[in-house]
């Protein structure tokens, strides 16, 4: 991991809301911290620790994940964590629910412009169609990574 001083954060987002976005600013709960430097990844506490390298579809070498894989998991885990508390809330028992996440990166013409997409696959066995169709708007309606997505997330790039 890269030494030196993490750069100062803001503990709340002041930011003007995009329509759809709730009103008011939001407090800070949790802050993940990870490093990526010479071809690996580490969060601050050390339960990750992975090799990156470039998938060989994209030329690179393969052999480790890469950030679109990452993005992939963090993403269906916190979807699933949404349905979950969604369903719990309503009495729904979501034991045996499955969340795929498929994540592409596109790039337009032949410039550097490069933007990714995503597809969710949740599977709900045992809940009844329209229910499942509900909880899974719902929790899509609540996922902090499903709201970044559709409302932009805010960025903050520091030099350090």
Same mark, same amino acid.
Not at 41 to 69: C, F, H
Not at 110 to 117: E, F, M
């Given at each position: *991991?890269?030494?030196?001083?993490?750069? +100062?954060? @803001?503990?709340?987002?002041?930011?003007?809301? @995009?329509p759809?976005?709730?009103?008011?600013?939001?407090?800070?709960?949790y %802050?993940?911290?990870?490093?990526s430097?010479?071809?690996?990844?580490?969060?601050?506490?050390? *339960?990750?620790?992975?090799?990156?390298?470039?998938?060989?579809? =994209?030329?690179? @070498?393969?052999?480790? %994940?890469?950030?679109e894989?990452?993005?992939?998991?963090?993403y269906?885990?916190?979807?699933?964590?949404?349905?979950?508390?969604?369903?719990?809330?309503?009495?729904?028992?979501?034991?045996?629910?499955?969340?795929?996440?498929?994540?592409?990166?596109?790039?337009?013409?032949s410039?550097d412009?490069? %933007?990714?997409? %995503?597809?969710?696959?949740?599977?709900?066995?045992?809940? +009844?169609?329209?229910?499942?169709?509900? =909880?899974?708007?719902?929790?899509?309606?609540?996922?902090?990574?499903?709201?970044?997505? *559709?409302?932009?997330?805010?960025?903050?790039?520091? =030099?350090?």
């Amino acid at each position: *991991m890269p030494e030196g001083r993490p750069a +100062e954060r @803001p503990e709340r987002s002041e930011r003007p809301k @995009p329509p759809g976005r709730r009103g008011g600013s939001y407090d800070a709960l949790y %802050t993940a911290r990870a490093s990526s430097a010479l071809g690996k990844v580490a969060s601050d506490d050390g *339960m990750l620790d992975v090799r990156i390298k470039a998938p060989a579809e =994209l030329g690179g @070498p393969g052999g480790a %994940t890469n950030p679109e894989q990452l993005l992939a998991a963090a993403y269906a885990s916190c979807f699933h964590n949404s349905l979950t508390l969604v369903a719990g809330r309503q009495g729904v028992r979501t034991s045996d629910a499955t969340v795929d996440t498929a994540v592409t990166l596109r790039k337009r013409g032949s410039a550097d412009d490069y %933007t990714i997409t %995503t597809d969710l696959t949740v599977r709900l066995p045992g809940v +009844e169609p329209e229910a499942a169709r509900r =909880l899974v708007e719902q929790a899509h309606g609540e996922c902090p990574y499903s709201r970044a997505f *559709m409302q932009g997330a805010e960025v903050h790039v520091h =030099l350090a």
